[in-house]
């Protein structure tokens, strides 16, 4: 049997909300714009484009297309610097049991990112070489819950979308999943990712016989 496997990358493989978060929040101080980690909830997932649209929208304020690019580098400038510290304590619990369990059992496996940044964050962790193939935000042009990035990562693995399972942090992304006809997995709150066909707290509650099940459904 041979099923596709889809992974988000932030808030499912790392946790790089926190970066973005601090970036963000400069960002926004600068602008006088409040913002709390609860606004960037609402991120996760969200492309940096939207990103920057939204806490604009908060703040009620608007600025010119020059300098709203002028911000997004500025920022992602900043985000990099941290990204440049990463390695791979900074990979999920059980991530890489999960990835090697699967690879054991020769099963294809996708990234399905919005990050434009998601090549060099896995290499940063050494987690690049355990993809089939990597799909980001620099591959697509409709964010999640769009299901773009997943049917683009599926047709790369030349699997069919009802055969592949997607794990993913965020709302957005489960309805991505969904819409695409495929199985979707959460990480993370149950009382949030409501739409999701099955929800972990993390890879830790995720066995090998769970696993086996989904490659043999
Ligand atoms: C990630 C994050 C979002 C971020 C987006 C774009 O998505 O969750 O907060 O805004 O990527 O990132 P970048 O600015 O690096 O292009 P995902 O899909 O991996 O959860
Ligand atoms: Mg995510």
Redo the contacts with the bound molecule.
């Keep these: 049997n041979r099923k596709g496997f889809i992974f ?5 493989i790392v946790d ?2 926190k970066y ?1 978060f601090l970036a963000w929040q400069n960002l926004a101080n600068e602008l006088g714009i409040p913002f709390t980690e609860e606004q960037n909830e609402q ?6 484009v ?2 920057l649209e939204k806490i604009l929208e908060w703040g009620n304020t608007s600025i010119s297309e020059d300098q709203f690019q002028k911000l997004m580098n500025d ?2 400038e900043e ?1 990099l610097a941290y990204i440049a510290t990463m390695d791979e304590s900074e990979i999920l619990p059980d991530v890489p049991r999960v990835l090697d369990f699967l690879c054991s059992k020769n099963q294809p496996i996708a990234l ?7 090549r060099i964050i896995l290499e940063k962790v050494g987690l690049y070489s355990k993809f089939d193939t990597i799909v980001d ?1 620099t591959n697509v042009t409709k964010a ?1 819950p769009d299901p773009e ?1 997943f049917i683009l990562g599926a047709s790369q693995l030349g699997v069919p979308n009802k055969q592949c399972i997607v794990f993913e ?2 709302l957005a ?1 489960i309805q991505a999943a969904n819409n695409a006809g495929m199985i979707s997995i959460g990480i993370g709150d149950k009382n949030v990712l409501t739409e999701a066909n099955y929800v972990f707290a993390d890879f830790t509650q995720i066995h090998q016989d769970f696993i086996n099940q989904l490659i043999n459904s």
């Design positions: 988000d990358l932030d808030g499912v790089t909300a973005h991120l996760k997932g969200v492309s940096r939207k990103s920022k992602n985000y399905g990112s919005a990050s434009k940044n998601a935000g999640k990035v942090d965020s992304g």
